[in-house]
């Protein structure tokens, strides 16, 4: 059977052109991201091959999602405050087109510790619209640092009023109390106070209003000394770790291309480490809450660049390796980190802009690269610290590749060793240029004009022309800084053997 994958309305469509001679055996999905450029220099080889029957950790289903502070999401054309718009709900139920619980979403942020009212119904309305949509159980901030348990209580019953049982995740107290000093307490606060304030808290909601907690929402990570505090003075009462991290400053400036340095990513996971596996000791999982490419609403012309959308892929699938539990990326309204910006507010009962950024189109490729509760695969590479490679394997058999390269001006040939029956199908990511806001193009397709969140444009795949001889590796050649994907199905044949599954030479340019 010949499939050709692509994003469409959504979800996954698998288009088949039966062959009585020819059955699937397995699929290889192929994204390389650099960017297209022309006078490139001669591309740099990378060879790649794949051991499937060792697949490793699962990638969970809900890894990737957002943050948004208690803002109103974006209202429907109709003005009617209790709606949500339905080209933002179409932009979530995209990203969650390969798993069920595929979205995680946290109401929260700097806005929950200082909410001095209950949200009203048309708020928890919108709410259960993006619940409904995204099919994932969400996070819910409270006011901690406001120190009023009748005030926490009232929060919870209308959630519960508004919301079922499933929607929600859990409540977290708080958000980063390290930076309460000089703001919600005084300077000269001691953290054996906040200890206490949250202790104090967790008891006076569980087990009567909830059965667990959240938190600490904490700004740098999560310190495992802070953990095993949390754990001490909370037993038995927490459900999950939460902590931030932000890649760059926003003093950094407007340089895209800082945000492909070879150690931006991996610092990150360095730095988390140590709070990963302080939680999973403790039998609990440990979620990025909010995180960015850099924190203060982001960096114009580097957060909204098409470079975010390759640090936006490196940035998940390096710390999913990492055993971290998920990650929330924090946005909404027009901040420049936001995936997907918006006009909103809670002075207006319309939106003007809802607007995909390049890295939405990241995390739909992320979604697309760990589908169907994929787990890791062990890949023998060859060594360039600027090509970042990682393979998976789903339940359903499916083999895919995500690469990337941060080469500025340096194109890769990458060969991967198949089977000498596979079928390659190509689908590319491309953009005019890295620090590109708009002109972004997936498989053909963009979100650039679109009007319902839909892709727009004619979808296009390409089919590499059939080796001219077996035995020979397959090479795709990637330019550099653009995205491609291609899917590699292995068919059987009445002389497929052991000796004849040797690769197949392909060179296609970018």
Known sequence: MEFLVQIIRG????????????????????????????????????????????????????????????????????????????????????????????????????????????????????????????????????????????????????????????????????????????????????????????????????????????????????????????????????????????????????????????????????????????????GLPFRLGECGSAWGGGIPGVSDSFASALWIMDFCMSLAEAGLDGVNFHGGGKGHYSPIQDDSDDKKFFTRSITPKPSYYGLLLFAEATAHRARFIPVERSTDEKVRLWATLDEKGTRRLLIINKHLDQPITVQLNTESTSHLTLKRLTAPAIGATEGIRIGGQTFDGSTDGLLVGTAHFETPPPPPVRHSPDHTYCCKRSAGHVEVKRQECPTDSAHHRASRSITHPW
């Open 11 to 282: 979800e996954l469509n698998l288009w088949e052109t039966p062959s009585p001679k020819i059955m699937l055996r397995s699929i290889i999905l192929l994204f390389i991201t650099t960017l297209v450029q022309a006078g490139a220099s001669a591309p740099a080889p990378v060879s790649v091959k794949l051991h499937p029957k060792e697949a490793g950790q699962a990638v969970p289903m809900s890894f990737a999602g957002f943050s948004r502070e208690w803002r109103r999401f974006p209202y429907a054309d109709t003005g009617r405050p209790e709606t949500v718009h339905p080209k933002y709900l179409q932009l979530l139920r995209n990203l969650c087109a390969f798993n069920d619980k595929a979205l995680s979403i946290r109401i929260g942020g700097a806005s929950a510790d200082g909410i001095k009212e209950v949200p009203d119904a048309n708020r928890w309305q919108q709410i259960r619209q993006v619940y409904e949509a995204t099919r994932t159980p969400l996070i819910i901030t409270l006011n901690l640092a406001r120190g009023d348990v009748q005030f926490c209580k009232d929060f919870i019953h209308r959630a519960k009023e508004h919301l079922p049982a499933e929607a929600i995740a859990g409540f977290e107290l708080g958000n980063e109390p390290d930076g309460w000093f000089g703001r919600h307490r005084p300077k000269d606060y001691r953290w054996e106070t906040y200890f206490d304030e949250f202790a104090a808290m967790r008891a006076a909601l569980v087990p009567g209003e909830i059965r667990q907690v959240i938190g600490p929402a904490w700004a740098h990570g999560l310190p495992p000394d802070i953990a095993a505090t949390l754990l001490k003075m909370n037993p038995g009462a927490l459900s999950m770790f939460t902590g931030h991290a932000y890649s760059l400053s926003p003093k950094t400036g407007p340089h895209p291309e800082k945000l492909l340095i070879a150690d931006v990513v991996p610092k990150t996971v360095t730095f988390l480490t140590p709070g990963i596996q302080a939680a999973h000791e403790a």
